[in-house]
């Protein structure tokens, strides 16, 4: 009987200990992931972290203009990490809590950034002005993408700390006002990292091979969906190494730069995409990640 009580007490602790080491790596868990949210830059291209006024562990769903944004838990608080697209003006915008006949709405405030211009000759005509049979390809490639980019993915955890895909130069920034052969074309939706053609291309972050193919503009890409509207691209590789409906881990290998599609260069295209919105990645970077592609 003293045999049983002692292995029972035993057991207890052991219990005890479990649920102490449990909870300290949960509070441990919790501040890691809140020291891993993106930088907050609330302006066109960028991303605003908006708190919201809710209690409970339900997460809340919310919309901008329509569109279902990122909700995460940092510090206890729920809070909406929204995509800013490099159209929007300066001013005031609302986001809507969902909560069945009366939404609740909070609002967040734009700030104004110019974005400096960036003029590239190409001297195939048709990368700049494409004929019809090209233009019926592009649009559907333009149909896949946005089927890719308004998919919203309910998970859990989602990482917004990023590694870097490839370790080289900016060779062209996010939101540069691009002009090709002296016309004026949408602002650069990503950054361009100069590498030599063939390097690796590793994944950022987990998540699922979204879609991959061989586009007009971007050559061959992959789009990867990290989770709740996260969706990051790599265009212009010379060989895609993963599938469509793979999951992937951070730091696998995903392809090899190359120079395919609209390039002057090898160079790897890299993008960020957050509630259908293009925004800055470097934003998802450290300092550290962004000093080295930076100096």
């Given at each position: 009987m003293a045999a049983c009580r002692a292995e029972w007490n035993i057991?207890?602790?052991?219990?005890?200990?479990?649920?102490?080491?449990g909870g300290v790596l949960c509070c441990l868990s919790a501040t890691l992931w809140a020291a891993e949210l993106p930088q907050t830059e609330a302006v066109p291209g960028g991303i605003a972290i908006v708190p919201l006024p809710l209690h409970g562990d339900r997460r809340p769903v919310v919309r901008y203009w329509g569109k279902r944004v990122m909700v995460v838990r940092q510090e206890g608080q729920w809070q909406a990490v929204v995509g800013i697209p490099l159209s929007a003006r300066s001013g005031h915008y609302n986001l809507h809590i969902d909560g069945g006949k009366h939404d609740r709405i909070v609002t967040f405030v734009v700030r104004p950034?110019?974005?400096?211009?960036?003029?590239?000759?190409?001297?195939?005509?048709l990368l700049v002005n494409p004929d019809a049979e090209e233009l019926k390809r592009i649009f559907r490639e333009q149909r896949l993408s946005k089927r890719v980019f308004t998919t919203f993915r309910p998970v859990d955890d989602?990482?917004?700390r990023f590694t870097l895909p490839v370790v080289g130069p900016v060779s062209s920034a996010f939101g540069l006002r691009r002009f090709f052969n002296g016309e004026p074309r949408n602002p650069h939706s990503?950054?361009?990292?100069?590498?030599?053609a063939g390097t690796p291309v590793h994944a950022p972050a987990a998540g699922?091979?979204?879609?991959?193919?061989?586009?007009?503009?971007d050559g061959n890409v992959v789009f990867i969906d990290h989770g709740q509207g996260l969706?990051?691209?790599?265009c212009h590789l010379s060989k895609i190494e993963v599938k469509p409906?793979?999951?992937?881990?951070?730091?696998?290998?995903?392809?090899?730069?190359g120079m395919t599609g609209r390039a002057t260069g090898p160079n790897l295209h890299w993008g960020v995409s957050l509630n259908n919105d293009r925004v800055d990645p470097m934003l998802f970077l450290s300092r550290e990640s962004i000093a080295s592609i930076t100096h």
């Open positions: 057991y207890m602790m052991n219990k005890v200990l479990q649920t102490i080491v950034k110019q974005y400096p211009v960036q003029r590239l000759t190409l001297s195939n005509k989602v990482a917004t990503g950054i361009d990292l100069a590498v030599p699922r091979v979204a879609a991959t193919g061989d586009f007009f503009f969706v990051t691209m790599y409906g793979q999951q992937v881990r951070q730091g696998q290998v995903i392809g090899e730069v």
